[in-house]
Every structure is written in C-alpha cells, then in structure tokens.
C-alpha cells in the first residue's frame, strides 16, 4: 500500500550511541516532516523538508541532523543520544500547498527508548 | 500564548453518548483545519478537514469550525468502542510552508 514507511518500529540505544531513523514514502510528495510525541505534550516538530536538497529545522533540532537527497527518503540522524531523546518518533509527507489540504499522512511511528 | 490549545484531559464516555472535543487557537491566517485520530502506538490519520468556517458532516462525525470565536470542534454521535483514539486537531494558514499547527491531542475512550 502507498504511504510513508518508517523503520526501525523499536529500538533501544545506549547513552551516547548513534542510530538513524529511516522514513520513505512513496506517493510523491515534496513535503516531509520528523515529529517527536511525549505523552501529553502533543508532536513537536523536529526538522522539515520542502523538496530534495531543501531542510530546515522545527521546534526541537536540537540532537538531530537530518538530510534530502531524493523526494522519497528523509533519514533522521541522532547523534550521541541522550535520554531526553526517549520518545515515539513519526514522519509524515504531505503535498505542495497549492494542492488540496489532505493534511499529512504519517507512518507508525518509531519507539525509541535510551538508556 | 500557544497557537493552538487542546486540552489534553482524557475523556470516558459510555457507548452510545455524543463525544464533543474542541480546540482554540490565536493565528487568525489559518484557514484549514483537520482532525486526526490516532490508535494506540499507530500514527495519526486524517479523519476530518474543513476550509474556513461552517460544518462538515461526514457520518457519525461533524466538525465544525468558528473563525470568529477561533474556536473549532468535532462531535462523535452514538460513539463506539471503536471510537476510543487520541484525537488531534491541526490548521494552518493558506499560503506558507505548508506546516501544520497541533493541539496536544485529547485521549477519548469509550465504554461498553
């Protein structure tokens, strides 16, 4: 089925350890996002990318890096991770604004847990 | 203030009753709103949008949108079990980067 794919489901990582969360989506969409979700605290945005070769950050950069090299992947990268990264981890695409607002379709997200 | 305010407080209803949730927001640009809901570790899904004010009714689910109270709410008629999800309401501006604003999400379960 079409839609925005994200792997790994679990992970645990140690203090300081690296890992990317990987996000493809397949419906052409220019648009990607990486979310972060806390229990009660809603998604906060962490990075964007308005087309392949184009990023920029959200609400909480801070601890990841992200890149664009084709419209279908945007990997996010956690450097020396820390377990105030402890969260569930979502992308999402959306088409170009100019398009109907049919909002963003997400994947099931990433649990990760740093210990 | 928050752009979007949702208040996260869960909500138990029993099956059968109306669900009502709302949201406010401060940004009078945004035009488009959304509803999402989301099941237990699953991602959200978009469930209902509108442009600009008025409602929308689409099966047991109406949302309705007062620009000029910037107020927006979804109503859930003769909820279900299945109905128990978070639900998150977002909007955003016509023109832009096309980013969405949330609420917090409000967690409803229903009883049987």
């Known amino acids: 089925n079409a839609g925005v794919t994200q792997t790994p489901k679990f992970r645990i990582l140690k203090i300081g350890q690296s890992m990317t969360l990987q996000c493809a989506q397949d419906?052409?969409?220019?648009?990607m996002y990486w979310y972060r979700q806390d229990p009660g605290m809603g998604l906060k945005l962490i990075y964007y990318?308005?087309?392949?070769?184009?990023?920029d950050k959200g609400e909480v950069p801070n601890g990841y890096n992200v890149s664009r090299s084709t419209t279908e992947d945007f990997p996010l990268r956690l450097e020396l991770a820390a377990p105030s990264q402890t969260s569930v981890y979502f992308c999402?695409?959306?088409?170009?604004?100019?398009?109907?607002?049919?909002?963003?379709?997400f994947g099931s997200g990433t649990r990760l847990t740093v210990v | 203030q928050k752009e979007v305010e949702q208040d996260p407080g869960p909500l138990s209803v029993p099956e059968g009753a109306i669900v009502s949730l709302n949201c406010t927001y401060s940004?009078?640009?945004?035009?488009?709103f959304m509803w999402y809901r989301q099941y237990s570790r699953k991602g959200p899904e978009l469930l209902m949008y509108?442009?600009?004010?008025g409602n929308k009714e689409d099966g047991r689910f109406t949302a309705q949108v007062d620009k000029s109270s910037k107020y927006i709410s979804l109503f859930i008629r003769d909820s279900q079990p299945s109905d128990s999800a978070t639900y998150l309401c977002?909007?955003?501006?016509?023109?832009?980067?096309?980013?969405?604003?949330f609420g917090k999400g409000n967690q409803v379960v229903v009883i049987p």
């Open positions: 509108t442009y600009s004010s």
């Open positions: 940004n009078s640009a945004f035009q488009y």
């Open positions: 999402a695409s959306s088409s170009t604004p100019l398009d109907r607002p049919y909002g963003y379709t």
């Open positions: 419906m052409n969409h220019n648009y």
């Open positions: 977002a909007m955003r501006a016509l023109s832009g980067n096309n980013r969405l604003a």
């Open positions: 990318s308005v087309g392949a070769g184009i990023t």
